[in-house]
């Protein structure tokens, strides 16, 4: 999987494949053509974002077969996010090409977050314990479980890796409303060049430990990763993560 994919969630990059496949259509035409990533609590999506030749953007879903639009024509991605929230039903905005139901990722479009390609995206998720410990994943040197795991508990499904997997442009920020232990174990021993997180970790073996006390936010800046040569990648994969109350 090329670098700047979603491979995680939606058919293991294939909404990523349909993605650049329609860009490269639609540059082939003349059309300008980027790539969006959007983010939800519990998942990931990737479509193309089409400039057409009034200058208007058009938001485009080849992975499921939907645009955007209103009765005046196409929409902006903006545009839609402002109707969904000013109370719009979905289905009325996102309009899809086949006959199947509106997928569930755009019934909970007004929670999600989006930017284009290499642009800045803020990805928030706040944790909250209820009197015991919360744990994302196993310890099994795989990395997919932890994403699983975040996205059910609605922490988005990105905390699988530490460095820069994804964008250089995302920064990824965990706040805890109570005194909190977040202990991080790496599928390997760390590598400085790809903690970027905004206060220092604790480093024990393969664990990265932070304490934060109340309503304090933990955040990793994805474009301060090193690259790896040796290895051709920019991160380390997050084999378990635990939330403790202190």
Known sequence: MRPGAIDLV???????????ALMLVLQQAGYGAVQVNLV?????????????PDGKAAYLDPFFGLTARSAEGPMA???AKRRVLAGED????????VSRPLPDFYRAFGKAVFARQNQPLLMEAEVVLKGEPLRLGKTDGESDDVST????????????YIGNRHDRAWVRALTVRQPTRIVMRLVRAPSAKFVTSDRPARIVGNDLIYDLAAGETLRFVDGKAGYDWLRGVSYIGVD??????L
């Open 40 to 52: 939800s609590p519990s998942s990931g999506h990737v479509a193309v974002i089409a400039t057409l």
């Open 240 to 245: 378990m993560i635990e939330f403790l109350p």
């Open 149 to 160: 795991d975040a996205g059910r508990h609605g922490l988005t499904p990105f905390w699988h």
């Open 10 to 20: 939606q058919g293991n990059g294939d909404c990523d494949v349909a993605a650049r």
């Open 90 to 97: 979905e289905a009325s905005i996102f309009v899809s090409l």
């Open 77 to 79: 991605l903006e545009e």
